[in-house]
């Protein structure tokens, strides 16, 4: 792990490192919020934030404010990025394709298939060099995300149960079978055999997965992508079905953007921090 | 005033306001955070932040984080760009001297003159313009700002103690008269007679106008521009001889960026509010 930068921020200090992936065969980016206790080497319980489309690890770094909520409770806060990036890596003009666009899970396709293996890095490859080469507390790790990255954190959390303790989201692709996003993505990265999708569909995974702790997803009323995209009602019924203690905030006048995650990150940090102390 | 944009955040509103300027004679947008309570139409406590060099209003409202601290205290955060700005604007290729360099003052030079009026806009113009437009309690305005806003906060709550209630900053310019910075600014916006440059030198008006209440400042230690260009000792020696209650906070490990402001920016709103209300 290279480290490209660091900085003092609520007693803590926020970093970026640079590594050598094995699972996208790519350098990757992510960032690191350790508080005071991390940098006075105690073990620490962490989140680790999947970000949405276009993003990298800046975006929520730079406008959904975590440090100061991380550094309440002691918390390390991991940011990584949304996919493999670089000339050599397959992209697309679009952005929710390619670059930027890479859905938390292991593509089958060309071109894609040679980097874009986000699940695999997600779930094994970084938690595993975070735990090799930081002082987190490994059975203390929970989960979150926006969007796209709501999406990764209901589907690894739930197909990873061991790994990640605890899990929410924010305003989460929920039925990526079901909706423009998903199905142009998964035709893209997992061909045409519709069978293999139900693996990375929260909606499927609640039934055939479960997951036996509580679910919080917080989602904006005024969100421009909530009819279309996001439809989270689609998983309460999921999870009403299945037995599983989710919370569904729907946000009256909220919309997609940072001014929405930075709203409410302090309570999904709360929460964690509450289920992995 | 035309409403270019809002946003929900924090229980409140976040709108940006475009508006054509008598003072620099250009349109002029700003950025205002409105707390659930202005909404409601009380008047409420405000305080101005006045950005540094190249930023808009965009910088602190994106990166410095205000919404959550102006909404827990019930003030409207106010964030104004830092110049006029626009293709008959007069500019240059250097970041600090132009548009997004504004520095605060009334300048008398050509081609400046025309346009970089900014002390008339921020202490004339913006406030009436405030009052009469939001629930602002005209008797409870405070000014903040950093490094080049810093320096504009400063001294232009010095030269007008009635309108400006509360005053603080975060590492501030504060003798602009003797750093690079301040020295290139005044040649070029006021001339060779350095005798008109005290009118806008924190450490001269502390001699001059002085100030009958306290002042809170941050100072990250790990600044790089702390030794040549902010030098906060002078203006702490200055208020010394001056008896002006002066609280600085030299911040160890700190920079001079974002993750720095938004460290202590919720201290900042928690002092002006308590001297405000």
Do not use: G, S
């Given at each position: 792990m290279e480290l490209i930068s660091k900085v003092k921020s609520f007693g803590g200090e926020q970093r970026v490192y640079r590594h050598a992936s094995k699972s996208t065969g790519t350098d990757m980016d992510f960032a690191v919020f350790l508080p005071r206790e991390a940098l006075d080497g105690y073990a620490c319980s962490s989140l680790i934030y999947l970000s949405g489309l276009?993003?990298?690890?800046e975006n929520v770094m730079t406008k959904g404010f975590p440090q100061q909520h991380a550094a309440e409770h002691g918390m390390i806060f991991v940011a990584p990025d949304t996919s493999p990036r670089g000339e050599a890596v397959a992209n697309d003009e679009?952005?929710?394709?390619g670059q930027g666009a890479g859905f938390y899970l292991n593509a089958?396709?060309?071109?894609?298939k040679s980097n874009f293996q986000m699940e695999s890095y997600i779930a094994e490859e970084l938690p595993e060099l975070l735990i090799d080469s930081l002082?987190?507390?490994?059975?203390a790790i929970g989960l979150t995300g926006h969007s796209m990255g709501g999406h990764g954190a209901l589907t690894l959390a739930m197909k990873n149960p061991d790994l990640f303790q605890s899990v929410s989201a924010f305003a989460?692709?929920?039925n990526p079978m079901d909706c423009p996003w998903g199905q142009k993505a998964f035709k893209n990265y997992l061909g045409d055999d519709e069978a293999t999708y139900a693996a990375y569909d929260a909606c499927a995974l609640v039934a055939s997965e479960g997951w036996e702790k509580d679910i919080l997803i917080d989602q904006g009323?005024?969100?421009?992508?909530?009819?279309?995209?996001?439809?989270?009602w689609a998983f309460d019924a999921a999870c009403r079905k299945a037995g599983i203690d989710l919370t569904l905030r729907l946000q009256g006048g909220y919309d997609h953007s940072y001014y929405f995650i930075s709203t409410f990150l302090a309570d999904h940090v709360a929460w964690h921090a509450a289920r992995l102390d």
């Open positions: 276009t993003c990298t690890w679009a952005y929710d394709l089958t396709q060309n071109p894609w002082p987190l507390d490994e059975d989460p692709i929920v009323m005024a969100d421009n992508f909530l009819e279309e995209q996001l439809k989270p």
